[in-house]
């Protein structure tokens, strides 16, 4: 894919999780919602059926619609980016195929999880993926996650297929990070982890697909914007910000943290499916207060950066 072709795929996309209704079953009215919501915020990309989209406890049927619902809302203002890896190579070209069906723009193929494949095998499973499609193609590196890391130089070898632009990152190691780069100067890096996504736009970095976004998706656009912008003060004073919320992860189990913190500023997606359970009342009013300190933040006229 040419480079040109390429920088369409930038800027603030949306983690975006799965709506559930009180029972546990897909409430796509609510999913609209949210997407349109999102892309009047400003954001540059809708991200559906990712890991805070909760994508290992949904099932074939439940993910493709969850793609279709995206495509129809979004109706071409942003890119659509679609999780389509699963354990195995032939179920994740299958289920990219049939993404690319619906009319998603960019696939985005986790590692395999459980498994713990070599090298050799991690860079086979990715590029005979993107051989069966004509998307482009994000390697979504979550070693935390899955236990499989994307080495510089698996991405290297990756990288030599047409349709593998970049990598999705939420290692949250910013030197491997910037090794992709180096690695491959076409690269379309997108930061998985809020805390380092400043650092990575500053190195060079396409954009993120941020969790933080889904709370806050015009201050993290902000970020975005003075980046570009040079403005590395204002910036640093938004990341700073932000930083509170990435480390009140720790006050639930994934994913169910963030679920709640939309709740909190109005965007409430539901419940986590089970067995995640909802924060207990005291973790919540811990949560409820770094999101209020953010909100307070975001109200205390942020300048908009200007050219942006």
Known sequence: MKQQAREKFHGVVTATPTTFDKGGDLDEGRFRELVEGYVAAGVHGISVAGSQGEFYVLDTAERLRLMEITVETVAGRVPVYAGTGTVSTRESIALTRAAESIGVDVAMVITPYFLSPSGRELSEHFRTVAAATALPVLLYNNPPRTGV?????????????????????????????????LADSGCRLFSGR??????????????????????????????????????????????????????????????????????????????????????????????NAVVEEIREFERGAVPAISGA
Request: hydrophobic share 45%; proline share 9%.
């Open 194 to 287: 809020d805390t380092i996504t400043m650092a990575l736009l500053a190195h060079g970095g396409a954009g993120a697909i941020s969790p933080a976004a889904n709370v806050f998706p015009q201050l993290v656009c902000r970020m975005y914007d003075a980046v570009r912008a040079d403005d590395l003060a204002t910036a640093r004073r938004i990341n700073d910000a932000l930083a509170p919320l990435r480390r009140a992860w720790g006050l639930g189990s994934f994913p169910v943290v963030i679920k709640e913190a939309m709740a909190a500023v109005g965007l409430d997606p539901g419940p986590a499916r089970a067995p995640i359970s909802p924060l207990p009342p005291e973790r919540r009013a811990q949560l």
């Open 149 to 181: 890391n994307v080495t510089p130089d698996v991405y290297a070898d990756c990288a030599r297929s047409g349709n593998i632009i970049g990598v999705k990152d939420s290692s949250g190691d910013l030197s491997q990070a910037v090794e992709y780069l």
